[in-house]
Every structure is written in structure tokens, then in C-alpha cells.
């Protein structure tokens, strides 16, 4: 049988109302600290939970965000969720997690699905956000904030990472142990993270003098290993010569290597390659993958903080929130091997 807030403020012998405000973590600075830490002891004890959803309906909110992410089953996403559910945790808010698998009409589809479920915003880290779907966010007026990726022209609050400079310190980097005919495996440009990097890269290009080869540059449709191994072998197929690739990501770096492997090929001897997040273990990769290290977890507590700002009416205007990376040298980049 549940135990009840007054069966907790008789055992604990205070007013219901103290009980409350006590376990409320919106309202347990109301109570002096000695009082808090009985009520929690003797809530504990009794093992009782707060009706969470009795305080939502009082509130007309549901003390839930949704999270829409691209690939639940990614490490990166993993860090991402994990910092979105530290931050809100506290404040006494749950994170429902949703996958769209890369899928514009999945995505959509669990955005409602969520949006059914009167959560009180949406995280959305997924790939995807435009359309139908924005208009009805607008019109119910449900916060959001972007997480690892950003819109084209939305006032919408966005937390990512400041990919142009990592972009920049991996050109810089091939540059310098003497590479010129760099190939760049970007991922998909229908995605802010795409179209980021790919530009960047062009722009770093430029900064050092260097032409881009079109035909070296290839954009995968996923950012998934097996685009990375398809496209890997398109640009060898194709004939034009080459001693690096910068890849979109880590998952497509990895991707390359396979092929390079495949056509024995050898990294970085033949040809270098770089990736983008340094995902956990891609140091334990052969060679261990030079990469752009994304502080994932980061993002998703300052998009948590945003979204706590924004559900209560702290933040006055959308916010973009850029983060550092830094590049991470290790031995699937050397000195390019020209005639």
C-alpha cells in the first residue's frame, strides 16, 4: 500500500505542507536544513515516493523532457544523454529518451509520440528537425533546445560544439607533417553537423593555400562505419592520388581504415585519416585514430540548463552555446609520403 505525505509528516512530526516543500527540489531551499534531513530520513524510511504526477497536474507540467537522439546504441549519444539526465535529475525532472535511427519521418513521429505525453520540452539531438513539426512545437509552446546540432535560421536555443576550429587544427595539423592532396569523407549535408564541417574544411583549405579537389571530396548519406568503407573505396577506386582523408566522423574514420585494411593499404605509412569526436576507445583502434576530441557529456548538461532556464521563464531570448574541442594526435596520422 503507498504511504502518504501525511503519514510521513506525522512520523517526522511536521505539517504536510513542510513534507512537501521539503522533498520538492524546487522548494526544499524553503526549509531549514535540519527539518529536510529528517523528513528525507524518515521518507526513506517509510519508503515513500512523491506522486510526481498529482505535483505535475497542480503545475500543469509533468516534470518530464523528451530526448530525441539519432542512434541510441552510438557512445557519443550515450554521453550526451547521460549529462541532459545529471542535470535535470535534481531539479526533480526525468528524461524520456527517444530514437529516430536517422529517420526523418521516425523522428517526426516520436516528437508527437512525446508531445503526446505533455512532456514539459524536448531536447532534440537527432539529425532531423524542420517541417510540420516546428510549426506544432510553436503553436503548443513547448521550450526546445538543440543539442549537438543547431538550425538554419530558427529562434531555437542550441547547444553544439565549435566544430570550425577542429576542422581548422586537423588541416593545419596534415599541413604540417607535409600533406597536400587531402580528401575529405564529410558526413551527410542535410544535418547542421554536415554542412558545419564540410565548409570548415573548405575554409581551412583556403586559410593554407591549398585547392580542393572535388573529386576528392565525398559525402556519406549516414554517419555510420559501413558509408565510411563504401565511400573509403569509391574515392581509391576513382584513381586520383592522395595522402590523407578527414573524415566526417570517428564511426566513418573507422570506416576508411577497413578499406585501407582491405586493399592493403597501410595507416598512416600510405595514407593518414582523421576523425571527429574521439568516441571512447578509438585510441584502442589499430592504428590508434587521430581525432577531434567533443566534450558530448557537456553538451547535454548546458542543453539541460538551457532547457531548465527556458521552462522557467529565466532565459528572455533563445541562446546559441558553442563548446570547445581539441584535437587529439595519435599514430593514424604521419608525414606524407610523396614522390
Given amino acids: 500500500m503507498r504511504v502518504t505525505i501525511r503519514e510521513v509528516a506525522s512520523t517526522a512530526g511536521v505539517h504536510y505542507g513542510t513534507v512537501s516543500r521539503a ?3 524546487d522548494t526544499a531551499h524553503l526549509v531549514a536544513k535540519k527539518t529536510r534531513e529528517r523528513v528525507q530520513k524518515v521518507a526513506d524510511e517509510l519508503g515513500y515516493t512523491p506522486n510526481t504526477i498529482a505535483r505535475g497536474l497542480k503545475k500543469n507540467r509533468t516534470q518530464t523532457v523528451g530526448v ?7 557512445p557519443v549519444i550515450g554521453h550526451l544523454v547521460r549529462g541532459v539526465e545529471d542535470r535535470l535529475s535534481p531539479h526533480g525532472y526525468i528524461a524520456l529518451v527517444a530514437n529516430t535511427d536517422d529517420d526523418r519521418e521516425r523522428e517526426q513521429t516520436q516528437i508527437r509520440a512525446l508531445m503526446g505525453r505533455s512532456v514539459d520540452g524536448l531536447i532534440v539531438a537527432s539529425a532531423h528537425l524542420s517541417g510540420p513539426t516546428l510549426e ?11 543539442a549537438n546540432r543547431h538550425g538554419h535560421g530558427e529562434s531555437i536555443a542550441s547547444v553544439t560544439s565549435d566544430d570550425a576550429p577542429g576542422v581548422y587544427s586537423v588541416v593545419d595539423h596534415l599541413v604540417r607533417l607535409g600533406h597536400r592532396r587531402i580528401a575529405y569523407l564529410g558526413g551527410p549535408l542535410d544535418t547542421s553537423t554536415g554542412q558545419t564541417r564540410s565548409q570548415a574544411f573548405r ?13 576528392l571530396v565525398v559525402h556519406a548519406k549516414t554517419f555510420r562505419t ?17 595522402t590523407a582523408i578527414v573524415a566526417g566522423n570517428d564511426m566513418l574514420a573507422i570506416g576508411c581504415l577497413d578499406t585501407l585494411r582491405t586493399h592493403h593499404i597501410a595507416c598512416p605509412d600510405d595514407i593518414s585519416v582523421v576523425g571527429f569526436n574521439d568516441m571512447p576507445f578509438v585510441d584502442k583502434l589499430s592504428p590508434p585514430l587521430t581525432s577531434v576530441k567533443v566534450p558530448h557529456y557537456d553538451i547535454g548538461t548546458e542543453a539541460a540548463a538551457l532547457m531548465l532556464q527556458l521552462m522557467h521563464a529565466e532565459a528572455s531570448s533563445p541562446r ?3 563548446l570547445p574541442v581539441a584535437l587529439v594526435v595519435r599514430e593514424s596520422t604521419g608525414a606524407a609520403q610523396v614522390p
Avoid at 226 to 242: R, S
Fill in 320 to 322: 546559441t552555446v558553442l
Fill in 23 to 25: 522533498l520538492n527540489p
Fill in 226 to 242: 559501413k558509408e565510411g568503407e563504401q565511400l573509403a573505396a569509391a574515392l581509391l577506386a576513382a584513381g586520383e592520388e592522395f
Fill in 136 to 146: 506544432e512545437l510553436a503553436e503548443h509552446r513547448i521550450p526546445v533546445v538543440h
Fill in 68 to 74: 530525441v537522439v539519432p542512434d541510441i546504441a552510438s
Fill in 203 to 215: 575554409f581551412a583549405m583556403a586559410e593554407k593555400n591549398l585547392a580542393v579537389d572535388e573529386k
